[in-house]
């Protein structure tokens, strides 16, 4: 996509142009915060999934990071909407972005401004299979996952997913789809980008967050529509062997959706193919995306109008 606008600071600038100096602090030290969001297509029209939700991990990424946004809630909320509106009605990834900018070298940031940009893009396979009916094909990377003594793993910034760039780019030089990275004390966390969930004995089960994953607007979907309907579910440590052997597994990201995993580290999980719980979270979540369950529509959905 090269067409269309993208905001910039409170105004909306044509694609080519959105540009900025060479020396922004944010590309030499990381200094930024993000958030993914989807716009999706409903019978009512295109809507915004969960987006006070997003905006509000957004100012709390930047609170960490001592960045004065200078917008409110609200008036992101309506930049979005408005970034949205002044594209082609699509199915959109939605990239706010606060940045420290251009100003003063160093590693210290706070003399410098921090600006915001909000773009939207299709996007749609974010993570690329050679056999989509049987799952993502996932390897245990050698690579840690950062944790909170290292980083504020609460904060969605830019500087956290350099490990998670190393991360996916060794997986796929090995072959793989995905990395599965695994905590200082060797827990599962996550995958370098999406949170993950497993089965074993019709009970799901995801690491807590306080074990260094992000607390993922996904997965909290998930866990809010399983406890909705009633299935069974854990929040607990799951060790790297123990994922080898669970029923299913399946990763949960805004850019991802719900993905199933075929295989870790080359063990087959189950029997190979998607599993049943899987399919039911997956096709549930999409009945809410999509504005066909009741239950979540008012709370989760805000119409692009």
């Given at each position: 996509?090269?067409e269309?606008?993208?905001?910039?600071?409170g105004?909306?600038?044509?694609?080519?142009?959105?540009?900025?100096?060479?020396?922004?602090?944010?590309?030499?030290?990381?200094?930024?915060?993000?958030?993914?969001?989807r716009?999706?297509?409903?019978?009512?029209?295109?809507a915004a999934?969960?987006?006070p939700d997003?905006?509000?991990r957004?100012?709390h990424?930047?609170?960490m990071?001592?960045?004065?946004?200078?917008?409110?809630?609200?008036?992101?909320?309506?930049?979005?909407?408005?970034?949205?509106n002044?594209?082609?009605?699509?199915?959109?990834?939605?990239?706010?972005?606060?940045?420290?900018?251009?100003?003063?070298?160093?590693?210290?940031?706070?003399?410098n401004k921090?600006?915001?940009?909000i773009?939207?893009?299709k996007?749609?396979?974010?993570?690329?299979?050679?056999d989509?009916?049987?799952g993502?094909?996932?390897?245990?990377?050698?690579w840690?996952?950062?944790?909170?003594?290292?980083?504020?793993?609460?904060?969605?910034?830019?500087?956290n997913?350099?490990?998670?760039?190393?991360?996916?780019m060794e997986?796929?030089?090995?072959?793989?789809?995905?990395?599965?990275?695994?905590?200082?004390?060797?827990?599962?966390?996550?995958?370098?980008a999406e949170?993950?969930?497993?089965?074993?004995?019709?009970?799901l089960?995801?690491p807590?967050?306080?074990?260094?994953?992000?607390?993922?607007?996904?997965?909290?979907?998930?866990?809010?529509?399983?406890?909705?309907?009633?299935?069974?579910?854990?929040i607990?440590?799951?060790?790297?062997?123990?994922?080898?052997?669970?029923?299913?597994?399946?990763?949960?990201?805004?850019?991802?959706?719900?993905?199933?995993?075929?295989?870790?580290?080359?063990?087959?999980?189950?029997n190979?193919?998607?599993g049943?719980?899987?399919?039911?979270?997956?096709g549930k979540?999409?009945?809410?995306t999509q504005?066909?369950?009741?239950?979540f529509?008012?709370?989760w959905?805000?119409?692009?109008?």
């Amino acid at each position: 996509m090269t067409e269309g606008k993208i905001w910039m600071d409170g105004s909306l600038v044509p694609w080519d142009d959105a540009k900025i100096h060479v020396l922004t602090h944010g590309l030499h030290y990381g200094t930024a915060v993000f958030e993914g969001i989807r716009c999706y297509k409903t019978d009512y029209g295109l809507a915004a999934f969960r987006l006070p939700d997003h905006i509000r991990r957004l100012m709390h990424s930047a609170k960490m990071y001592f960045m004065d946004l200078g917008y409110s809630e609200k008036q992101l909320q309506d930049a979005v909407i408005d970034t949205i509106n002044a594209n082609k009605p699509e199915e959109y990834y939605v990239r706010p972005i606060a940045y420290y900018g251009y100003g003063k070298m160093g590693v210290n940031p706070l003399p410098n401004k921090v600006s915001i940009a909000i773009a939207v893009w299709k996007w749609d396979e974010y993570i690329r299979q050679s056999d989509p009916q049987k799952g993502a094909r996932l390897m245990v990377s050698s690579w840690m996952r950062i944790d909170g003594k290292s980083m504020p793993m609460n904060a969605k910034a830019t500087a956290n997913y350099a490990n998670s760039a190393l991360a996916r780019m060794e997986a796929l030089k090995m072959g793989f789809d995905e990395a599965l990275m695994l905590n200082t004390a060797g827990k599962v966390i996550e995958a370098s980008a999406e949170n993950i969930f497993m089965v074993r004995d019709n009970v799901l089960i995801t690491p807590p967050v306080n074990s260094g994953a992000l607390n993922g607007i996904t997965r909290d979907s998930v866990l809010a529509i399983i406890r909705h309907y009633g299935s069974l579910y854990e929040i607990r440590d799951i060790s790297r062997d123990e994922v080898y052997i669970a029923d299913e597994v399946f990763l949960t990201g805004t850019a991802a959706g719900i993905r199933a995993v075929g295989d870790i580290d080359n063990r087959i999980i189950g029997n190979g193919d998607i599993g049943q719980l899987t399919i039911e979270i997956k096709g549930k979540f999409e009945a809410v995306t999509q504005g066909r369950d009741d239950n979540f529509n008012k709370k989760w959905l805000t119409y692009i109008s």
